[in-house]
RNA sequence: GCGGGUGUAGCUCAGUAGGUUAGAGCGCCAGAUUGUGGCUCUGGAGGCCGCCGGUUCAAAUCCGGUCACUCGCCCCA
């Protein structure tokens, strides 16, 4: 067993793992584009700040799963845990709160010190998008139907169902808080340990709680919508009839929440059966009070994260363009005339192989394995009378093709395919 | 952080009433075929049996610890 290994929870994107993880990028931000969501990246790491203040104590991802150091200069830094934190500062940073709405996408690594399972590392990436500024059922439809056209196109859309759920803008949301609370407290006891915890720090996430008795108890719990007010209402109510429009289908999920104080109105999630344990593919939601907690004033933000491991398991990953052709020179000189010949056949957008040693039956094992679709072959016999040998390695038919022509020769075959 | 499972060749895995030089298939390398791949045949390389310690005359095998992977909980993408 190989004794040197990447550290736990990393893993190597060798270039099989590369090619979904790309693929997944490059949909993503195809997609988002045709929204008019533009690329844009943070740093991997930020003043630690930027994830406590938002996150916050009650958050057991600042709370015991940061990677955070401090640097030779004694800053306090966070290796990030999400992106959105990270978008928002930069949004600030930058000053472009005054020119709202701004709209972005961004792929990339974060970091969680958990314990690993499958689809959950602690170096994993996502892709995200961010909407910032347009506070109306809109922009949550939009960066809805966004998600599920990237999903869609990846061929995972079949594969999830769309869960959402509203926690109400914020007055609603601390009625409804209280009343819950309340209505807990009677049964402190029965609750399960960890909603025992729940109930101070962080009681709505007791609604998605695993636990049988804890389910049991929450069937006569006061229910988060007979809370929401008049704007609340509206405002998913409004949601719900862009997703018809679009037509997504989506189950109403009254346990759906997230912990977080910034977090308000929609919140969703794409989940699947496929992974196990970790069926979330993506989830997102409106985050009206983030900007405000990192000192940007009242900026309205909704938006989502996906993890890109998690699709690219799920996706159809399209294959890498094959090997059009190999080079295969009996000496050095041969090889150099091929050289030239390839450089301009690469240029046309060929995949050319090289040969990189004179030895035609090593080579051309080489050309099967890769499954090159041609060969090219030049040794001393054909340069004498300026050809090269070209090779179907699909059917083994083989012609002599003038070199003066042979360029031109393989483009003009590449287009007709 | 908590609980279960699994670590033997590059890969997938056999191999325990403890007992000589630890096996198979695939893959890899070489040859048959000295300038032509796939198919076939022949041969070859490649293992501190995850690591450390213990029991024993003797450990891949039993025991303890540890590390890694994996499934679930927590949390989350």
């Known amino acids: 067993m190989a004794k040197l290994q990447s550290p736990r929870g990393t893993s190597d994107l060798l270039p099989q793992d590369m090619a979904g993880h790309r693929h997944v990028i490059n949909t993503a931000k195809t997609i988002s584009l045709s929204f008019g969501f533009e690329e844009m990246a943070t740093p991997i790491f930020e003043f630690t700040e930027v994830f406590a203040r938002p996150l916050g104590e009650t958050s057991d991802v600042v709370s ?9 200069g004694g800053e306090a830094l966070t290796l990030r845990p999400e992106g959105t934190a990270g978008v928002v500062r930069a949004l600030i940073s930058a000053g472009l709160t005054q020119t709202l709405p701004q709209k972005f996408f961004y792929a990339g690594p974060m970091f969680r010190y958990e314990r690993p399972q499958k689809g959950r590392m602690r170096q994993f990436h996502q892709i995200g998008v ?101 704007d609340s209402k509206a405002h998913f109510d409004a949601v719900r009839r862009y997703l018809d429009a679009a037509e997504i289908p989506a ?8 912990g977080l104080d910034y977090y308000g109105h929609t919140t ?33 933000g909704v938006g989502w994260a996906a993890g890109i491991e998690r699709l690219a398991m799920l996706a159809d990953v399209p294959p890498q363009q094959a090997v059009n052709v190999m080079m295969i020179g009996m000496s050095d000189d041969h090889m150099a005339r091929l050289f030239t010949l390839a450089v301009s056949l690469r240029q046309q957008g060929l995949r050319v192989e090289t040969g990189y040693a ?25 340069a004498a009378r300026g050809v090269a040998i070209l090779r179907s390695m699909v059917d083994g038919a083989q012609t002599e093709v003038a070199l003066v022509d042979l360029v031109a020769h393989l483009l003009a075959q590449h287009k007709e395919q």
């Open 64 to 72: 015991k799963e940061t990677y955070s150091f401090t640097d030779r």
């Open 130 to 230: 961010e909407l910032l500024g347009v506070p109306g059922a809109v922009g949550d439809a939009e960066v809805i139907t966004m998600g599920h056209m990237i999903l869609s196109r990846l061929g995972v859309a079949d594969k999830c169902i769309l869960n959402i759920n509203t926690l109400g803008d914020t007055e609603s949301r601390l009625a409804y808080r209280q009343a819950l609370v309340e209505y807990l407290s009677a049964f402190r006891g029965q609750l399960s340990e960890d909603s025992q915890r729940r109930l101070d720090l962080n009681p709505l996430r007791i609604l998605d709680s695993k636990d049988e008795g804890d389910i049991a108890l929450l069937v006569d719990a006061p229910r988060l919508d007979h809370y929401l007010n008049a």
């Open 251 to 258: 189950i109403i999920n009254p346990r759906l929440v997230r």
């Open 268 to 300: 969703f999630e794409f989940i699947t059966d496929a992974l196990g344990a970790q069926g979330t593919v993506m989830a997102g939601g409106r985050y009206d009070g983030l900007a405000a907690m990192l000192g940007g004033g009242d900026v309205s």
């Open 358 to 382: 004179p030895h035609l039956g090593k080579q051309m094992k080489r050309a099967d394995r890769i499954e090159a679709q041609q060969v090219v072959i030049l040794g001393d016999d054909e």
